[in-house]
């Protein structure tokens, strides 16, 4: 049972008058859930006397609806609560008091909990009874006016889904003359149609601070909680709203109303009684419904299209299928919409040349064919466009969809394509799934996409100004003799090499190299019997590779050409590496021999040296003259740097 409300009067037209406490705790072995309460009215006072019983969870909120009496002084009470296991929540029996209660006064009586309706065992004594009241028809207690609020719609609206922020209900509460009036809390009833998954950031705003509500069980009530109550001074008012986004139930309706008086929380500061709002004012009835809210019809769904900047414009290959043409992304709230003929708008905007787009497709995100294969066709002179006439369902949510076709084998060298799309004129046959009526896509006007250029298949070669020319010394394992640049920036498509060729110059003794290999990143591209072991002081010789060689198109591509250097080789002798003329290539789809544009270039000049050196310096970091504390560690007296040249140095000694 815990602790008991305080006795007190039961002052007439007193609201939420706490009569008994009780706490449910649930066993280790699992959660409970309790359904409702049974309650009864025992002593000495009249069932008049309460014009309502509910229950209240330990925040104050309402759970389920206000009751009355029976002919046995018994009421259902509450709604299903979860407590989880090893868990208590408390709750409180409250009373509502009638309006007038002249021909009761004196009389004194309690609430007890009788039973508790739950599927699990149910161990305590009952029944549980907690304060007795007396009744007082004399004290007046502070009171409210209620009236709808400014920011009320107060009327009937039709919002599209995707709409934020909409404000469904406001009412305006005034605080009497006689007391202070604390607000602690408000539940709203939303009892249409719309489900409370076709609402999302349910708010409650008191003035302009926003509140956040919790859904009832049952998922119709949406209750805010105002953490120590709100004080509205003596002949002030405050005014209370809800607003929601609505993200869905396309077709359904949404209502915002107070049900009941007693979804306000409201009490007096100066006697700390329940107020009970009065059932007149604007907007306010006597009736079931204490404020009605006005109804809000949710409006078709929605769809917008425009270019998916995801997708960035890019190189497409010559006479070839599958093509990137364009991309875009399709926004859908509601429901989902299907959509019976699409057309894309095809211009040119470098380029001229006879031909149309073929096979061309549109792709969901999962790679899967929605729409096509259609042709390109034209339209009116010197205009063409691409007409998809399939019916294509979009679900709700953003998604990605790309146009793929083959470009003609008449597209001349960096020739552009860009389609474009009015979703407004250009997507006809638009219906809702789940109401049947027609949409109308947005936004209205061309929806510019991305611009694809067409390229061959090409590559340019060079040889980098990196490494330097430098000393090389004999001996040396893997030492990079050039780097070798393959620039598919420009090209159409993926290039491939399976081969390539390498200028190797010297003038000393030609079996001084050996095991030469191409590398790419940290991987040799020639291996084994691959490597090359060069055989000629001049020589243009071909690495053939261990498997091809592929280059992406728009990217850059670095091999290092990396040899062994014989501990025999002359000093002073020179070695030049470079690409040398003759590759051959070909378009890793089309099959296309490559068209490659090489930089001629000698390579950098790396000359033998018998071995390395080093030097030794005072470094300027070294301390000049200082005093030294007699006796103490650690000073430093000189640093002194010493510095390799050519190759690594091992210091095994320094005197």
Same mark, same amino acid.
Request: glycine residues 10%; charged residues 10%.
């Given at each position: ?153 107060? %009327? ?12 469904? !209900? ?13 607000? !602690? ?33 049952? !998922? ?6 105002? !953490? ?84 960035? %414009? ?199 190299? %050996? ?50 250097? %014989? ?89």
């Amino acid at each position: 049972a815990g602790t008991q409300p305080t006795a007190t009067l039961a002052v007439q037209g007193a609201a939420k008058l706490p009569f008994t406490k009780f706490t449910v705790t649930a066993g280790s072995d699992g959660d409970v859930t309790m359904n409702s309460v049974v309650i009864e009215r025992t002593g000495l006072m009249n069932d008049a006397v309460l014009a309502s019983v509910s229950l209240l969870d330990e925040n104050g909120t309402q759970l389920g609806l206000v009751k009355t009496l029976n002919s046995i002084h018994q009421a259902t009470i509450g709604e299903a609560v979860v407590i989880p296991k090893g868990t208590s929540k408390t709750f409180t029996i409250v009373g509502n008091m009638a309006a007038s209660l002249a021909s009761y006064a004196g009389e004194n009586g309690y609430i007890s909990l009788v039973s508790i309706n739950t599927s699990a065992t149910v161990t305590g004594t009952l029944p549980i009874t907690g304060a007795g009241h007396t009744v007082n028809a004399t004290l007046a207690i502070g009171s409210i006016t209620a009236a709808r609020g400014p920011l009320d719609p107060n %009327s009937a609206a039709s919002k599209n889904v995707g709409t934020t922020g909409y404000t469904f !209900s406001s009412v305006k509460i005034t605080a009497g003359s006689t007391e202070k009036i604390r607000l !602690s809390s408000i539940r709203w009833n939303q009892a249409s149609s719309a489900a409370a998954s076709d609402l999302a950031n349910v708010k409650v705003y008191v003035d302009d601070t926003a509140y956040a509500t919790t859904l009832s069980a049952d !998922s119709k009530y949406y209750a805010a909680n105002f !953490s120590g109550g709100i004080l509205i001074d003596k002949g002030l008012s405050k005014e209370i709203s809800i607003k929601s986004d609505i993200v869905g139930g396309s077709g359904r309706t949404i209502a915002f109303s107070i049900e009941k008086t007693t979804d306000l929380y409201l009490t007096g500061e100066t006697y700390g009684y329940g107020i009970t709002p009065p059932t007149t004012g604007t907007g306010i009835t006597a009736g079931n419904i204490w404020f009605a809210g006005s109804t809000v019809s949710i409006a078709n769904g929605s769809i917008t299209v425009n270019q998916d900047t995801a997708v960035a %414009s890019q190189n497409i290959a010559l006479n070839l299928a599958n093509q990137p043409l364009a991309a875009i992304k399709v926004k859908v709230e509601g429901e989902a919409i299907t959509v019976g003929s699409i057309v894309f708008d095809n211009a040119t905007t470098t380029g001229a040349w006879t031909g149309t787009l073929t096979n061309v497709s549109l792709y969901n995100s999962n790679g899967a064919v929605v729409a096509g294969p259609v042709d390109e066709a034209s339209t009116a002179a010197g205009a063409a466009a691409i007409t998809f006439t399939d019916n294509v369902t979009f679900p709700i949510g953003t998604n990605t969809y790309t146009i793929k076709g083959k470009t003609p084998s008449t597209v001349a060298n960096n020739g552009t394509y860009r389609l474009t799309t009015d979703p407004a004129t250009d997507w006809t046959s638009v219906t809702g799934d789940v109401t049947g009526n027609t949409i109308t896509p947005g936004p209205s006007g061309d929806q510019a996409l991305q611009t694809m250029t067409v390229k061959s298949a090409t590559i340019e070669i060079s040889t980098s100004a990196n490494p330097a020319a430098q000393n090389v010394v004999a001996g040396s394992q893997a030492f990079t003799f050039a780097n070798i640049v393959l620039d598919a920036t420009g090209a159409g498509e993926d290039i491939k090499f399976s081969t390539f060729p390498v200028n190797i110059s010297m003038d000393g003794t030609a079996t001084d190299l %050996s095991d030469c290999q191409l590398v790419s990143g940290t991987t040799a591209l020639n291996t084994g019997s691959n490597a090359i072991n060069v055989s000629a002081a001049a020589s243009s010789t071909t690495f053939t590779l261990d498997s091809n060689l592929i280059v992406t198109k728009g990217t850059l591509k670095t091999l290092a050409v990396k040899c062994n250097l %014989s501990d025999a080789a002359t000093a002073t002798e020179l070695i030049y590496v470079s690409y040398a003329s003759g590759a051959s290539a070909t378009g890793m789809t089309s099959g296309q021999t490559a068209v490659i544009t090489a930089t001629a270039a000698a390579g950098s000049r790396m000359t033998v040296v018998a071995a390395g050196s080093f030097t030794v310096a005072l470094d300027p970091s070294s301390p000049g003259y200082k005093l030294a504390a007699a006796n103490t560690t650690g000073n430093t007296v000189s640093i002194i740097k010493f510095t390799g040249v050519d190759e690594a140095i091992s210091l095994n000694k320094v005197h």
